[in-house]
């Protein structure tokens, strides 16, 4: 079909950093002691797919007339083909997973999971963006949901396909969790940072309603009456949008990219320290390595 093989061609051309199935390879080569299978390319490649088809729904239900710097499939094809193409990519990576030599339950599970994870945490991220009365444990639960658990998969299936032994299994799924929930923090950052380079606009989140941890941070040190009202604001910023003005100014005044910030390094720190369960390898420090890229990308 033309226009599939088209757009598919498209969405790969600008694939984004692919940082779930590089985490992935490692994770196995790291407990292997450098070695990878076929069924642990599969995985990875599982994960790479899932996530793109959970973009491509994404762009819709967000309307995101961009990503990665480029317009999306709904903007130029409209949402039904993006709806679609994301249901494509998504049997694509079921088709991944089922094709593996280890097709065990286990696997299929783990992945199944991590869907479930992820329409419950859009459906929790809709249901506080309409009352705009979230607090950081509604935060974490959100981030862990649509998108720790995808590299938790990631990495978890990874190990799993070198047998690796359950406490490297741990290891593998703390560091993916604690990676996971730092990535999406430091796009939450970018929310509120004007550059080119990010390829998203600076407010897009505040546009939707969303209370992150920059946000979380600042109504934390400020007075209560001052919290609610940028609270009564958010929920209004659909009605008077230069709200947005106002609560990115109140995000500086009180700090919140700095409390977003520190809590970022923490969970670094954290996927660091998991790492300890396994040996001294290249691999190892490559993860190492990727989770310092992770608190400091400028994408």
């Known amino acids: 079909i033309s226009l599939l093989n088209a757009t598919n061609r498209s969405i790969l051309s600008h694939g984004g950093k692919k940082i779930r199935p590089i985490m992935a390879l ?112 509604d935060y974490y639960r959100i981030i862990h949901s649509k998108t720790a658990s995808l590299f938790e998969a990631a ?43 990010i390829g998203k606009p600076v407010g897009i989140d505040l546009r939707e309603q969303k209370i992150t941890l920059p946000l979380l941070g600042a109504l934390y040190s400020a007075p209560k009456e001052e919290e609610l009202e940028i609270r009564k604001k958010l929920k209004e910023i659909q009605k008077y949008p230069a709200n947005l003005d106002e609560i990115v100014a109140f995000v500086n005044k009180y700090g919140g990219t700095a409390y977003a910030e520190k809590k970022l390094n923490e969970f670094v720190d954290k996927a660091v320290i998991a790492l300890r369960a396994l040996p001294e390898s290249k691999d190892k420090e490559y993860l190492k390595m990727l989770a310092d890229f992770v608190a400091v990308r400028k994408i």
């Open 155 to 197: 990495c978890i299936s990874a190990a799993i396909s070198v047998g690796a032994s359950e406490e490297k299994i741990r290891a593998a799924k703390s560091y993916a969790t604690n990676i996971g929930i730092a990535f999406q923090i430091k796009d939450d950052i970018f929310d509120y940072q004007a550059d080119a380079a």
């Open 26 to 137: 490692l994770i196995a080569k790291a407990c292997s002691g450098g070695h990878v299978k076929d069924d642990t390319l599969r995985f990875a490649a599982a994960s790479e797919l899932l996530h793109n088809a959970t973009l491509l729904h994404d762009d819709v239900a967000d309307d995101s007339p961009n990503r990665r710097g480029m317009p999306t499939v709904m903007s130029i094809l409209g949402g039904r083909a993006s709806v679609l193409l994301g249901d494509y990519w998504l049997v694509k990576a079921v088709d991944r997973i089922l094709q593996a030599d280890l097709n065990g339950n286990e696997i299929i599970r783990l992945f199944a999971k991590t869907l479930r994870d992820l329409a419950e945490g859009e459906m929790l991220q809709l249901e506080k963006a309409k009352e705009c009365d979230a607090d950081e444990a």
